[in-house]
Nanobody
Framework: EVQLVESGGGLVQVGGSLRLSCAAS????????IGWFRQAPGKEREGVSC????????YYADSVEGRFTISSDNAKNTVYLQMNDLKPEDTAVYYC???????????????????????WGKGTLVTVSS
């Protein structure tokens, strides 16, 4: 059973930083994408960032490019999202996600058009206060 467990959310002021962590377990897929989606109150889910297992390439939504950095520690099966220069519009529940289709995930992250993802964590709340 795939399990994705997030941690690291919280309350931060505008311009501050947070680092989210996702401990992943229970999967043996050869190729997959793992990363982060978010959902703000009253809004649709949207892709934030992802990593491709095939070559460790990273992808970002335009809204976070240059401010957020995704990374992974394969030995610990953990994915991180370093979020800097946080803005009020970054307030959302952040979900760790995994999908067996790398392309499907990249399209969602880079276009902002959510369709579906195979596996979700329970989410962690990030609140950016002004």
């Amino acid at each position: 059973e795939v399990q994705l467990v997030e941690s690291g959310g919280g309350l931060v002021q505008v311009g501050g930083s947070l680092r989210l962590s996702c401990a992943a377990s229970g999967f043996t897929f050869d190729d997959y994408a793992i990363g982060w989606f978010r959902q703000a109150p009253g809004k649709e889910r949207e892709g934030v960032s992802c990593i491709s297992s095939s070559d460790d390439s990273t992808y970002y939504a335009d809204s976070v490019e240059g401010r957020f950095t995704i990374s992974s520690d394969n030995a610990k099966n953990t994915v991180y999202l370093q979020m800097n220069d946080l803005k009020p519009e970054d307030t959302a529940v952040y979900y760790c996600v995994l999908d067996r289709s790398i392309t499907h995930t990249i399209v969602q992250v880079t276009t902002g058009l959510y369709t579906s993802m195979d596996y979700w964590g329970k989410g962690t709340l990030v609140t950016v206060s002004s």
